[in-house]
């Protein structure tokens, strides 16, 4: 089982969001958020993974000014969303707390919660990356 969503074979109903496989060149349909954004999916002939590398300047920089928005660039909507949705009620509930606490903790809960996006996504973008990188199943076992 997959832990990336297959893409869909060619037919003549998905034929405008066409791609080719980087490793069968065997044509597949990817969604047009997964395009976008380069996520991975999984070629329905070869079982490898399809998608573009993400440029780590680019997601460090959205993660920086973006904060929790930045979920969006490296993460699939339905999860963006609810580690958004968390992230800023960690802030809402816990940044308050530290208002009569010493000068240290006070620092530490401010970076924490500015530079915690930019650490999440990086953590993402290398695991992107490893696995973009690695060969299908069948090249594997060969």
């Not at 490793?23 to 573009?52: D, I, T």
């Not at 928005?69 to 580690?83: L, N």
Request: aromatic share 14%.
């Amino acid at each position: 089982m997959s832990k990336y969503p297959s893409a869909e074979r060619m037919t003549p109903v998905n034929a405008s969001s066409a791609v080719e496989c980087v490793h069968c060149r065997n044509a597949m349909a990817v969604g047009r958020w997964e395009k976008l954004n380069g996520f991975l999916v999984e070629c329905p002939s070869c079982r490898g993974y399809h998608g573009r590398a993400w440029n780590p300047r680019v997601v460090g920089f959205a993660s920086l000014f973006l904060n929790a928005i930045s979920f969006f660039f490296t993460m699939r909507p339905g999860r963006a969303f609810f580690a958004m949705i968390i992230w800023i009620a960690a802030i809402y509930f816990i940044m308050p707390r530290t208002e009569y606490a010493s000068d240290w903790i006070q620092v530490s809960a401010w970076i924490f919660f500015l530079l915690g996006p930019l650490i999440i996504n990086m953590v993402l973008l290398v695991r992107h990356q490893i696995d973009l990188d690695r060969p299908p199943a069948a090249v594997r076992a060969a």
